[in-house]
């Protein structure tokens, strides 16, 4: 969708509805904050719907269709109304967009479709449909940083380069890139769980390429993938600052990191 969205004075911007995501709203909801921060600042008119609810993807994820097309219908049902639905997670986003439309039928199959080119995960939306800019705001000052790129944001949305410009952008910042950086995370929703031994050998993985960077920072666009590779930064006593992008982009930085603190 190629919508123009200069917003001169007196004159509102999209109505952009916020999907908050679960891991957000109970782990993490500095990322929500930050989300519409950025969002607001780019010209968005921001709204947070209270009905929202989990988007369905760790039962969809398990093979429970049954009792993910309730959830899939409430979703969709709620954030219609907007010019945009913005996603601070790429699997989250990819839920929405790529799978609604393959599990639902008929005319809920059609309004999955049509809300799907209306929806996009965070980094997306600010940089390729808002193309956002510091304008003469000092850029965010931030020490070295490297970036993981989740499964499902990378493979199913094509998110790689987008984080990347938007650090360079805001915070005059290039990534220091780590080897396989394309390679899970080892978090895979259910997959750690069912898996984590194979797990524990991935995330273990990641965190050592991630240090052999000697960024002070790993950054990334989805909270599952964070969360993980945080809690075994931690387990491991390595340091390493582990933060959602969305808080670099908006200078978030004084409180703890993910797995840090209260």
């Known amino acids: 969708m190629d919508k123009q969205l200069d917003n001169p004075a007196g004159v509102q911007g999209p109505s952009v509805y916020l999907f908050v995501t679960c ?6 909801p500095s990322v929500a904050f930050d989300s519409i921060r950025l969002l607001e600042d780019a010209g968005c008119q921001v709204t947070v719907p209270l009905q929202q609810t989990c ?19 409430q979703v969709i049902a709620v954030l219609e109304p907007a010019d945009y639905v913005v996603v601070p997670s790429g699997s989250c986003a990819g839920m929405i967009c790529q799978h609604y439309p393959g599990l639902l039928e008929g005319e809920w199959r059609e309004r999955a479709l049509e809300l799907s080119t209306r929806t996009f995960e965070i980094t997306t939306f600010l940089n390729d449909v808002l193309k956002a800019r510091r304008g003469k705001r000092p850029p965010i000052t931030l020490p070295p940083v490297t970036y993981h790129d989740s499964c499902a944001g990378l493979r199913e949305l094509g998110i790689k380069q987008q984080p990347r410009e938007l650090l360079r952008e805001f915070c005059d910042s290039e990534v220091a890139e780590l080897q396989q950086t394309d390679v899970c995370c080892g978090f895979g929703g259910t997959f750690c769980a069912k898996m984590p031994e194979i797990s524990g050998k991935m995330v273990n993985d990641k965190l050592n390429n991630a240090l052999a960077t000697e960024a002070q920072i790993l950054a990334g666009g989805d909270l599952g993938c964070l969360l993980n590779i945080a809690g075994r930064a931690r387990r491991m006593g390595r340091d390493i600052e582990v933060r959602h992008i969305v808080e670099l982009l908006s200078g978030d930085l004084d409180g703890p990191a993910i797995g840090e603190g209260k």
Do not use: M
């Open 23 to 28: 891991l957000a709203d109970l782990l993490r």
């Open 55 to 73: 988007c369905g993807q760790p039962a969809y994820n398990s093979g429970d269709f049954e009792s993910t097309v309730p959830l899939a219908k």
